[in-house]
């Protein structure tokens, strides 16, 4: 596989940079909070998922750990995928659920825990 174009991309309320990438005719927006505390992997998650409005756009989250408060908050409103990295972060990625990705509230950026 060759070497993605990454590009990076301005995220409005974003601490973090994220990165934009195509693989097919899917676009990717990719961010890394694996050296965050809260509550900024929720901050950058909830700017993120902001710009997923079509099945063809995911956001790829990279962080510590399975963000739990997170998933609790949104995880029915995305397909989300789970993989372990070999360092032991974890690499979610989220995808655009028809009927129910309009429905999330992005703009609560606390997990309230």
Same mark, same amino acid.
């Given at each position: +596989?060759?070497?993605?174009? *990454?590009? @990076?991309?301005? %995220?409005? =309320?974003? &601490? %973090? @940079?994220?990165? &934009?990438? !195509?693989?097919?005719? &899917?676009?990717?927006? #990719?961010?890394? &909070?694996?050296?965050?505390?809260?509550?900024? @992997? +929720?901050?950058?998650?909830?700017?993120?998922?902001?710009?997923?409005?079509?099945?063809?756009?995911? %956001? %790829?989250?990279?962080?510590?750990?399975? @963000?739990?408060?997170?998933?609790?908050?949104?995880?029915?409103?995305?397909?989300?995928? !789970?993989?372990?990295? $070999? $360092? =032991? *972060?974890?690499?979610?990625?989220?995808?655009?659920? !028809?009927?129910?990705? #309009?429905?999330?509230?992005?703009?609560? !950026?606390?997990?309230?825990?």
């Amino acid at each position: +596989m060759s070497e993605l174009n *990454r590009e @990076p991309i301005e %995220v409005p =309320g974003a &601490t %973090v @940079p994220f990165f &934009t990438y !195509t693989i097919g005719e &899917t676009q990717y927006f #990719e961010f890394d &909070t694996s050296k965050c505390g809260p509550p900024e @992997p +929720m901050v950058n998650a909830m700017a993120g998922l902001k710009m997923i409005d079509s099945a063809n756009k995911k %956001v %790829v989250m990279i962080n510590h750990k399975k @963000p739990m408060g997170l998933l609790d908050k949104i995880g029915e409103n995305y397909d989300i995928e !789970t993989e372990s990295m $070999d $360092d =032991g *972060r974890v690499k979610l990625i989220f995808s655009y659920k !028809t009927g129910e990705s #309009e429905k999330a509230d992005l703009s609560q !950026t606390s997990c309230g825990g």
